[in-house]
């Protein structure tokens, strides 16, 4: 088994894995055909190329006799910190339960660091109990959930986290002024990654239990839009993210 970066000739055995790996985690409860749409957006040819030279991706495959049979992929995310977001983590599920998915993840984690980032974090759906179990092995604590939408359902997801951020500028949580003269609290230290800035959390009070939004870093704008697909965009500039994987460890 070799574990190794990514190139453009996986771009094919990397959308084929993943589309096998979504069928079979979540085949039972959402339909085929939007599997099909959801691969569509996520693995398009020419964005999967594009981000094998983006310098803030480190992504990589694993290899045996010839056969990609997992993958996984994470962006270093400029907040208040370098942050190492981990955001798709497939195995071929004839492959599954063989320590595949660890070797991606320990690999991600070296690459990371060598980058200086301070903090790692990944995502997973609170209902994957293999995901969450995962994480959990792999010594990353759990630090907060948000909702997010697959097609016309909501789910929970929960946001886990690797070695302790160091000191950073300035507070994480910032009270800023919203529409109609809205008092409003941007989390800096909750993100989204976006086309041109991040997307921050925004909450209405200072304890982050009502969710309120989202803020965007490119113009700081409240004006953003989410679709059915957890897809972000800001009306004002245009900053935008893909849609939402839905898990970031299948094993």
Partial sequence: MDVRRATRDDVESVRQVARESLATSYGHAIDADFIDEAVAGWYDPDDL???????????????????????????????????????????DPDRRGEGIGARLLHRLEEELLERGVGRLEGRVLAANE??????EQEGYDAIGERRVRIGDGE??????????????????????????????????????????????AVYEDEDREDRWGWFCGG??????????MDRFECHECGNRTKPSRWDAAYL
């Fill in 49 to 91: 190329v594009s981000e094998l030279d983006d310098d803030d991706t480190v992504f990589v495959v694993a290899e045996d006799d010839g056969e990609v049979v997992g993958f996984a992929q994470s962006y270093v995310v400029r907040r208040r910190e370098a942050i190492g977001e981990i955001d798709w983590l497939h195995v």
């Fill in 130 to 135: 293999a995901g969450t179990s995962f994480y």
């Fill in 155 to 200: 789910y929970v997801e929960r946001i886990y986290s690797k070695f302790p951020a160091p000191d950073t500028e300035g507070p994480s949580l910032v009270e800023r002024t919203g529409p109609d003269d809205q008092r409003l609290y941007v989390a800096y230290d909750e993100s989204m990654r976006g086309s041109t800035a991040p997307f921050y």
């Fill in 219 to 228: 113009d700081e704008s409240f004006h953003v839009a989410v679709d059915s």
